[in-house]
Every structure is written in structure tokens, then in C-alpha cells.
């Protein structure tokens, strides 16, 4: 059993900060890739960043590329996203989830991860 917690979210204004946190248990965290998508209220789940097992690749949506960083801390089991100049269209539900499969590389598909958070909300206001 794989148990993924979301934390960090909350209000801010346009071009504000936040990080978010997500704390693994249950498996062996530093074998796994892991990732952050958010949905947007009606619409679908989107990718946001993704990082490799040892934290050596990093992959970002084009929508969040340079405002936003993701990292990891394999020794505490949590997997981390900075969030600098936000803006109002990131405001949504962000979910971070971890791969399916020990080894692999990561991907942006959604249907590569197998272990889901509940979510934080990012809420910016203009």
C-alpha cells in the first residue's frame, strides 16, 4: 500500500510563491519516479513536472517551465514543488503522484503513475 500527502497549498496573490510537499510512505520512495499534475475546475488533469529517482532529470510543462521547480529528498521521503511568479490560470487542485513501475524513467503521462494524493488546492487571485 503506497500513501501519498499532499501539503503547502493555499490563497496568494499573482506573482506570489508557494511550495508544496508530498509525503510518501508505504514503498521504497528513491526507486520510484514521481510527479505533479493539477486540474483545473472543469477541466482535465494536466501535467505539471516530474523528476527521476535520484533527482537527476527533471521534465516541466511548457505552461510552468522557469517559475516552477520540483525536487526531491529521498532521505525524508518527500518530493517537493516551488511555485514562484504564479499566476491566476495555476490556480487548481494539485495532485502529486508516483510512478507504477520501479526504475523507469519519468514520464508526463498521467496513466504511467500508479499512486495518487488527495490533492491541495492553489488558489491566485489576480
Known amino acids: 500500500q503506497v500513501q501519498l500527502v499532499e501539503s503547502g497549498g493555499g490563497l496568494v496573490q499573482a506573482g506570489g510563491s508557494l511550495r508544496l510537499s508530498c509525503a510518501a510512505s508505504g514503498r521504497t520512495f528513491s526507486n520510484y519516479a514521481m510527479a505533479w499534475f493539477r486540474q483545473a475546475p472543469g477541466k482535465e488533469r494536466e501535467f505539471v513536472a516530474a523528476?527521476?529517482?535520484?533527482?537527476?532529470?527533471?521534465y516541466y510543462a511548457d505552461s510552468v517551465k522557469g517559475r516552477f521547480t520540483i525536487s526531491r529528498d529521498n532521505a525524508e521521503n518527500t518530493m517537493y514543488l516551488q511555485m514562484n511568479s504564479l499566476k491566476p490560470e495555476d490556480t487548481a487542485v494539485y495532485y502529486c503522484a508516483a510512478d507504477a513501475v520501479p526504475g523507469r524513467l519519468p514520464t508526463k503521462a498521467r496513466t504511467s503513475y500508479a499512486y495518487w494524493g488527495r490533492g491541495t488546492q492553489v488558489t491566485v487571485s489576480s
Open positions: 523528476i527521476s529517482r535520484s533527482a537527476g532529470l527533471t
